[in-house]
């Protein structure tokens, strides 16, 4: 039975009554995991199966139930104004809910915490004064080291109080970033958290200018997503899609931090592994295999070995011979080749059709035959031979790879589709003696993935998150999009970060490939992360780079937080490794974000000036403190402080002027508290 304190309750040191709320906490914490460890399955399972799977869920059941030291259990409360319990009656006063990570009962059953994916914490993140929602006090609480040291309350249902910024929020948006990315429920602000409990049957593309938080909504989204429709998810997966293998280092403790094991992680490249990928395509030939007409050579080829029967097929059952005429054949394999199914499964279906029109005839003749002649004869030699002639099997990665190498099996497949010079740019100069050795690129790992679910279906998970999604190619959309056929998607991206040549132009049309085009598309524009200073003058980049978004907006305006400076150029690495020294004399991380090609010259330097450094993904702490970033990698990361050396640099290191801008506006808005320009050669025009 619910027993609420009501909002009258005072004490003397309202802190210290705090503090040993969260005591209790988790102490029933600990006690709920003690009640979980200590279960005896012995006589509930009946067999090893069960008791196999119920060992599981009771595994992952103690697992989320650990109490992280430095993890705050709660970080808000509500005092509402009047009783939303049932069992609360009438005229007893309002209900208090704390607020936090994962729900926390005592030995009674009764709420000491409340998961914040809970109905009634959404009022935590959308209560405001003008729509107070029965909220009459909200109550923030400030952390040092896992201890609760502050609070700060507003007072929603008081006319007399105005709107203040709240320190505390402020305070934990800025809080210095050492380790791997952090949840944000103790942040979560009104617009992100519709965002978050947008309906699961639902897709949800999100336009996000940097520091809007947009990677933290996609994570958190999940999270909600189990809490709400937890067996549903269950049984169909979900999964979240990073750019590249450092992101998804970065970002891996979000979903613990909340209680949630189970969300399968990957990049697109790790979902289509059907092939070693040894090569490297250039920025033409992979635009177009990334293009999605490939999707339509490709089904040429996976049906191009399909022909019709010239002659009648006769199946020998004892002393009975019987005979299905080439007609009646073609009729069949005409109508299997007009359905909208796999090449695979019309292959399988395609005996049993034959086998069917045999027994047809069999009844007619007065026979009674049964599943199992059908069966018998779907699998006789005579209706196999016919199968392997009309209807030959394909193996996906040896149909792409004839593709590439074989230049008339190319053109017959891709004409009216691919014009001669985009057929030879795709081609590969030098082809490999066998599949294991063959050229493969990241490019045709996708067209194998492509010509894999055309054979057969790929299976659907029932939520996805696509986050950096503005990088994807039509086909790699495609690639995702069969993924989650029949769940839902959260889609996270920056048009303006879209740093390959194939970068989508527009949602629209990223939707269109990903099979979700009817998703609702929100925009964040307010940012929590990047300091004003800085994000301006990225901005700069948009009418080049985006000239459709809207310039992002920063509730941080940090005084000092940009800071460009011109060197020489036989001083320009002594310049940066000066600015490294003085940002690692702040608290937190420092990121030293330089072109690909610059790398080698900034590991000899740091290296021969005694400056260790790590590598992106790698976990920062207290005694390391600088990451060495190269611009190419730099994306979905960030860094209390970030040096960038020479911008024009980031630039020329792409293929096109805009794609390199691109680059640019991602390194530049990886900063939360200051960011340090160096160069010797010429800022962007740009850049004004």
Partial sequence: ??????????????????????????????????????????????????????????????????????????????????????????????????????????????????????????????ASRQDPMDIEKRRRFGYTGGEL???????????????TASALLAAEIEKPRVGPMRDIVATIQPEQDEIVRADVTGTVCVQGAPGTGKTAVGLHRVAYLLYAHRERLAKSGTLVIGPNSS?????????????????????????????????????????????????????????????????????????????????????????????????????????????H???????????????????????????????????????????????????????????????????????????????????????????????????????????VVLDEAQDLSPMQYRAVGRRCTTGSATVLGDLAQGTTPWATGSWSEALHHLGKPGAHVEELTVGFRVPEEVIGYASRLLPAIAPGLTPATSIRDTAGALSIRQAEPDSQVE???????????????????????????????????GLGYLTPGTETTAEARLTLVPASLAKGLEYDYVVLDEPAAVVAGEPDRRTGLRRLYVALTRAVSGLTVLHAEPLPDELG
């Avoid at 040291?149 to 709107?163: G, H, I, R």
């Avoid at 490709?298 to 080439?326: N, Q």
């Avoid at 000066?578 to 690692?584: G, H, V």
């Fill in 1 to 126: 039975m619910h027993s609420p304190a009501t909002t009258a309750t005072t004490d003397a040191d309202p802190l210290q009554r705090e503090r040993d709320h969260l005591a209790s906490s988790r102490a029933a914490l600990r006690a709920m995991r003690e009640d979980a460890q200590t279960l005896n399955i012995s006589d509930v399972a009946g067999t090893w199966v069960t008791q196999q799977v119920l060992h599981d869920q009771i595994q992952r059941r103690i697992a989320a139930l650990a109490d992280l030291a430095h993890t705050p259990l709660f970080f808000g409360r509500l005092d509402f104004r009047h009783a939303i319990s049932t069992e609360v009656s009438e005229g007893a006063g309002g209900e208090r809910f704390y607020i936090g990570r994962r729900h926390v009962h005592d030995a009674g059953g009764d709420p000491m915490v409340l998961d914040w994916r809970a109905p009634v914490s959404q009022s935590f993140y959308r």
């Fill in 149 to 163: 040291t502050a609070y700060e309350d507003e007072n929603l249902s008081d006319p007399a109080e105005t709107d």
């Fill in 357 to 463: 029109a045999v027994l047809l005839k069999m009844e007619q003749r007065g026979e009674a035959p049964d599943d199992r002649v059908q069966d018998a004869v779907a699998r006789s030699r005579e209706v196999k031979a016919l199968v392997k002639a009309c209807w030959p099997p394909v193996d996906p990665a040896r149909l792409v790879h004839r593709l590439l190498t074989d230049a008339a099996f190319l053109a017959s497949c891709a004409d009216g589709v691919l014009d001669a010079a985009e057929q030879a740019a795709i081609r590969w100069p030098k082809p490999g003696r066998s599949l294991k050795t063959a050229p493969w690129t990241a490019a045709d790992a996708v067209l194998v993935d492509e010509a894999t679910d055309l054979v057969h279906r790929t299976p659907s998970l029932g939520h």
């Fill in 575 to 609: 310049a940066v490794l000066r600015a490294c020294r003085e940002a690692l004399a702040h608290e937190g991380s420092t990121g030293l974000i330089a072109a690909d090609a610059r790398l080698p010259l900034f590991e000899q330097a740091l290296a021969e000036a």
């Fill in 247 to 355: 992101f998804l280092s970065y970002i891996e403790q979000v979903l613990p931090a909340l209680g949630e094991l189970d969300v399968a992680q990957a990049t697109v490249q790790q979902l289509v592994r059907h092939v070693e990928v040894r090569g490297t395509d250039s920025a033409e030939a992979a635009g177009i295999k990334g293009d999605a007409r490939l999707a339509q050579v490709l089904r040429r080829a996976v049906r191009s070995g399909i022909t019709l029967p010239t002659e009648p097929c006769v199946v020998v059952r004892g002393s009975r011979r019987w005979r299905v005429p080439a007609y009646e054949l073609i009729e069949i394999i005409e109508e299997l080749a007009s359905r909208e199914i796999r090449y695979g499964a019309a292959m399988e279906a395609l005996p049993q059709r034959v086998a």
